[in-house]
């Protein structure tokens, strides 16, 4: 099955990093890869993502795991299980006051292989979303 994903290595704290995470009316600020985040990021919540990457297009997600500072899981699905696509955000202590950040996106359902056939190259945005996070999560670091 088609998947897409990215790790990288940020000075920062775990807090400050979950705060650019979780904290959808700042994601244009931060984040070059989305024209929009709409909705509160929050277990059980729904949110409404606008790429740029595929402009005029949404995708509405559910939080589905929560774990703060550590692991969140957005989830986009069909029903009747045809179709889900599952984006899980990962922070880890990494070494020397490092944490390690990584990001997965992965597909699954009836319809997978046929939907996946037109789901775009992820990965320049994968690998995008995470140099700016870092950028980000570091500038703020060094400010405090």
Do not use: H
Not at 18 to 25: G, I, Q, R, Y
Not at 85 to 102: A, K, M, Q, V, Y
Not at 125 to 134: H, I, Q, S, T, V
Request: hydrophobic fraction near 40%; glycine fraction near 6%; proline fraction near 6%.
């Amino acid at each position: 099955m088609k998947n897409f994903s990215v790790r990288v290595s940020i000075r920062s704290t775990q807090e400050l990093i979950w705060a650019f995470l979780t904290d959808a009316s700042l994601y244009t600020r931060w984040n070059n890869t989305v024209e929009k985040v709409e909705g509160k990021i929050a277990l059980g919540e729904s949110v409404t993502v606008r790429p740029k990457m595929n402009p005029g297009r949404t995708f509405p997600v559910k939080v589905t795991v929560f774990e703060s500072p550590r692991r969140m899981v957005w989830t986009g699905r069909m029903p009747l299980g045809l179709f889900k696509g599952e984006r899980t955000f990962l922070l880890t202590p990494g070494s020397n006051e490092r944490i390690d950040f990584s990001m997965r996106e992965e597909y699954s359902g009836l319809m997978a292989p046929l939907i996946c056939r037109s789901v775009p190259n992820l990965q320049p945005a994968f690998d995008e979303f995470a140099r700016d996070l870092k950028r980000a999560a570091e500038l703020k670091s060094e400010e405090l």
